[in-house]
């Protein structure tokens, strides 16, 4: 068997899990995940633990926040007043809002903090700033 590399197109299994255990995503009761290694699709520290496996094989990889969704970053989140949303909303801590960015494109934010007359939004990846593991079983490549 030879070793997959740059360019290859791959399918994975994989079960990703945070520090303390807890499953945030796992590919086993769908189809595997297909990508192609060296295209920049998936998080660096991902992409980095396929490359070099073999059909068959697999591994299991400590991802550092840093090679994954890097780290939280405080311009990410901001305040505003509660009158800048529409009349009919409520929102609730942990409310997921599609909001449009600076650049024209929407984003989606997260409720982080509801006063009476703010709404705290965090704009971050909700794994920024965390280490992630990932079980990874190499089920093709072509």
Not at 9 to 32: I, K, M, N, W
Not at 37 to 62: D, S, Y
Not at 94 to 113: A, I, K, N, S
Request: hydrophobic letters at 35%; zero cysteines; glycine letters at 10%.
């Amino acid at each position: 068997m030879s070793k997959v590399k740059d360019g290859d197109t791959v399918s994975v299994h994989y079960t990703g899990t945070l520090a303390d255990g807890t499953v945030f995503d796992s590919s086993l009761e769908r189809e595997p995940l297909t990508f192609t290694l060296g295209q920049g699709q998936l998080i660096p520290g991902f992409e980095a633990a396929v490359m070099g496996m073999e059909v068959g094989g697999r591994t299991k990889t400590n991802i550092p926040a840093e090679q994954a969704y890097g780290p939280v970053r405080e311009e990410m989140t901001a305040t505003v007043g509660r009158d800048r949303l529409p009349d009919d909303m409520a929102p609730v801590v942990g409310d997921t809002l599609q909001v449009p960015g600076q650049d024209g494109h929407t984003m989606v934010v997260t409720v982080t903090e509801v006063t009476e007359d703010t709404v705290t939004l965090d704009a971050n990846h909700p794994l920024a700033g965390k280490d992630l593991t990932f079980e990874i079983e190499l089920v093709k490549a072509l």
